[in-house]
Each structure stands twice: as C-alpha cells, then as structure tokens.
C-alpha cells in the first residue's frame, strides 16, 4: 500500500472545498446511485473493480460514512485507509492515504470469579486479550485447573486507535498474574537475539513447542489408555487431546517441523502429520480443510496454519484432535516436558531491564490504572 506522509495528508485537507458532505449510507444504497452525478454507469462500474483490485473483500455498508462533493469524494475500504477519489474530464483518479495509528499502552487488571475469559469480558475487553494471555502463560498456568476465585492480574497491553475510535490490540508489553498467591511477572523483549516474553530476571516462558495448536473453547475429551468411543461405544485408547472450537476455528503447527502427511482418512477425517527435530511428531486430526499453500514435504514454523477445525472422519462434533509422539511412544500433550528457550545473557541484562523496567513497575501496583508510552509511564487515576 502506497504511504503518504502526514504532512501530505494535512496539505490534501487543506487544499481540498470545504463544501464536501458527509453521506450515510443507508439500506438499498448502491455506487451507482451515489455516484450518478458525477461519474457515467460504466466509471462507476470500474471504480468499484479498481477498488476491490486493492481490497478485495470491500463492499458498500450500511452506516459506512462517504465524504462527497463535485470535485471529489473519500470512501473507507477499511478502519485505517481511506480512498480520495478525484472527479477529473477523463473520470476519476484514486488516491490510497494510510490513516494515522495512535498507539497507547494501558494498564487492565481484573479479579478470576469464574475463569479468565469471563473475567476480561467483565472489565469491558474482548476475549482476544484471553487468547493473548493464554498464549504467553501456556506453559506456566493450566487455566482450566491452576486458577482460583479472588486471582488478580495486571496486563500492559498496546492499544490501537484510528480517528479516536478503539481499532484493536497491539502487543502485551507486560503482565504480572497472581496465581494463588504466587505472582507470575512476565515482559516483552525484543532485540537482535532475543525476542519474546522474559521473567524479571530473564528467563524465557517460550518452549520449542507451543502446548495448544489453537484457540479454543474447551478440552472436550483428553489423553487416555482407555476410552468409551463416543461413536464405537468400545473401550480404545484415546492418545491425544480433543479441543472443542468452532468450524474454521485457525490450527497452527506447535513448533517448527516438515510435513510428511496432509491427507484424507476414513477414521482420522482431514489430517496432517508433522515431523520435528528430536524424534518428536505432532497430529493434527478432522480438520475441515487444509491451508492451500502448504504441501507434504513443506517447512512450517511454529504459530503457522496448517489447517482449519472441522468434523471430518469418524467424529460427532467440530474439534481438532491433537497428538503428540515421541519417537514410538505416544505423549499427553497437556504434560509435555519441554525446556523453555534460552536465556537472557548475563551482558544483555542492563539493556533488558532498561526496556522492560517500567513495563514490570506498571504492572507491580493492580491498584493503579495508567496509561503509557514506552519508558514513560503516567498515572491518569487511582481506583
């Protein structure tokens, strides 16, 4: 996408009428009726192809606000890129402006009463900022067992806004969650060795391996030697773990490895088999469909999709089952020993503690709401 600089943007504003008006779009709204004043049917036509060329999912919606006058009009294909569209003897030019992103990290904290998607959705934030914290702690907090009601958290966490509206979350720059009666503090680091989420005193919370391949709703059926099969009605052994998650729900590959299978099975559904260093392979079972760029014989890393949550094969609902073996024996993947990652070097931990000091002071004190700028964090109010 072609970047303009701000000081372009502010000139455009200022050379452009001061006539034009905003339009709302309304039920039954189309380009052609908007724009039937100033461009023929077939320019019209071709500014919505030349249009969806650069976006294409973009489609006219109702409550979408559209700047228009004679000379020009400004559409918003998305949150943060509006279009000028100039009315010119020839037809229209267009002109792609990028809007300006304010990041603003922000200091949540909130209270587990039941779990801690409830608890994020009851301090008003959406339950990506759950899938995040969950992410980061995987290998330190089983959410489904560890918590316990009257657990508090604090996270630090990015904030994107475009024309002083909320447009999403960056990253989480710190958290301190206190875990019955323990204090977990994590921050993020990021130079040219080492980027991830570090202890205060350096170590890493990353493994080699990821501990869930998902974002999920719940651990439908786990690891078992012995299992009633939900659809055979006989005791079998269930080696792997069952994450009950919507249709399409992303799968990603739990480390960096090859692909040796991405098939069809009778029992297995759609799956795909992916080989690791150390002897280790990870299954990815029933899946819906398979990611169209990826083959049998292909690398993938860690956090990449390989495959979407289905209910193929022998299966009485949407859920991807999950397995792990270890040269010939299987594993439960909820009680894998894997070392975390390497840690901060001795000679780094001065720049460490100069990048992520403050985010961990911030996150220290859950009575304090802040919001910040890197190095440089202000109180606003004190709850």
């Known amino acids: 996408m072609k ?7 502010m000139l ?3 050379m452009v009428p001061v006539s034009a008006q905003e339009y709302l779009v309304k039920s039954g709204d189309t380009l052609q009726g908007i724009f039937s004043e100033q461009l023929t049917p077939l320019e019209i036509d071709k500014l919505f192809h030349d249009i969806r060329k650069r976006y294409p999912t ?7 606000i559209i700047v228009l006058n004679d000379e020009y009009a400004i559409v918003s294909p998305q949150r943060n890129t509006d279009i000028v569209i100039e009315f010119v003897e020839e037809g229209y030019s267009l002109e792609e402006i990028e809007a300006v992103v304010v990041t603003m990290p922000t200091l949540v904290s909130g209270t587990i009463t039941t779990n801690l998607f409830d608890s994020i959705q009851a301090i008003g934030e959406n339950i990506e900022l759950a899938a995040m914290m969950a992410s980061i702690y995987e290998w330190e907090i089983d959410f489904f067992r560890d918590l316990r009601v009257g657990d508090k958290y604090s996270i630090l966490v990015e904030k994107k806004f475009v024309n002083d509206e909320y447009a999403g979350y960056g990253k989480i720059l710190a958290a301190d969650f206190n875990v019955n009666g323990t204090s977990k503090k994590t921050a993020f680091y990021d130079n040219t060795e080492y980027e991830g989420y570090y202890t205060p005193e350096g170590k890493a919370l990353a493994r080699g391996f990821l501990k869930v391949p998902l974002k999920f709703t719940r651990i439908s059926s786990r690891f078992s030697y012995s299992r009633l099969h939900p659809v055979n009605k006989t005791y079998k052994p269930h080696y792997g773990v ?11 590959t739990t480390a960096n490895g090859t692909i040796t299978k991405m098939r ?7 799956y795909v088999i992916v080989q690791h260093a150390n002897g280790y392979k990870t299954y990815y079972l029933h899946l819906h469909g398979f990611n169209r760029g990826l083959r049998e014989g292909y690398r993938v890393t860690k956090g990449q999709t390989i495959g979407y949550v289905g209910n193929t094969g022998i299966s009485t609902g949407p859920h991807l089952d999950y397995r792990v073996k270890h040269y010939n024996t299987w594993i439960n993947p909820l009680k894998m020993k894997i070392q975390p990652e390497k840690s901060i070097r001795k000679e780094l931990m001065a720049d460490f503690n100069l990048q992520a000091g403050d985010r961990l002071a911030a996150v220290q004190n859950a009575g304090l709401y802040y919001a910040a700028t890197d190095r440089n964090i202000r109180m606003l109010a004190y709850n």
């Open 12 to 14: 455009f504003l200022f």
């Open 242 to 252: 069952d994450y009950a998650a919507p249709r399409g729900t992303p799968v990603f």
């Open 264 to 270: 069809h099975g009778k029992y297995n559904g759609n």
């Open 58 to 64: 973009y489609v006219l919606k109702i409550g979408e």
């Open 3 to 9: 970047k303009i600089f701000l000081s372009v943007i």
